[in-house]
Nanobody, 127 residues
Framework: QVQLVESGGGLVQTGGSLRLSCAAS????????MGWFRQAPGKEREFVAA????????AYDDSVKDRFTMSRDMMKRTLDLQMDGLKPDDTAVYYC????????????????????WGQGTQVTVSS
């Protein structure tokens, strides 16, 4: 089993920044990918960004590509998401996810490819 704990959410004004962090514990030797997804009120959960834990290759949704940046600490088993230039459309609950299926190059953008999920952290961007 793997446990994921997110932190760092909060309330920020348009144009502001937040940094989310996800800490993995338990059987982390099985981790192959980690990612961030989000779910806005009344909408389905969607892909934000992910990283292939083995080779460091990243993938970002086009809506966040030039504003959000991931960074990982392989020793601590943590994945951070630096969010700059936040917009009201970024308001959502952000979930950290971990996948155990090996990926040849790029991390998956599909939720079904992720085996473990955190409980989520709220990000609210006011206009």
């Amino acid at each position: 089993q793997v446990q994921l704990v997110e932190s760092g959410g909060g309330l920020v004004q348009t144009g502001g920044s937040l940094r989310l962090s996800c800490a993995a514990s338990g059987r982390t030797l099985s981790m192959k990918s980690m990612g961030w997804f989000r779910q806005a009120p009344g909408k389905e959960r969607e892909f934000v960004a992910a990283i292939n834990w083995s080779n460091g290759v990243t993938a970002y949704d086009d809506s966040v590509k030039d504003r959000f940046t991931m960074s990982r600490d392989m020793m601590k088993r943590t994945l951070d998401l630096q969010m700059d230039g936040l917009k009201p459309d970024d308001t959502a609950v952000y979930y950290c996810a971990l996948g155990t299926t090996p990926r040849p190059l790029t991390p998956s953008r599909q939720q079904a490819r992720y085996d473990y999920w955190g409980q989520g952290t709220q990000v609210t961007v006011s206009s």
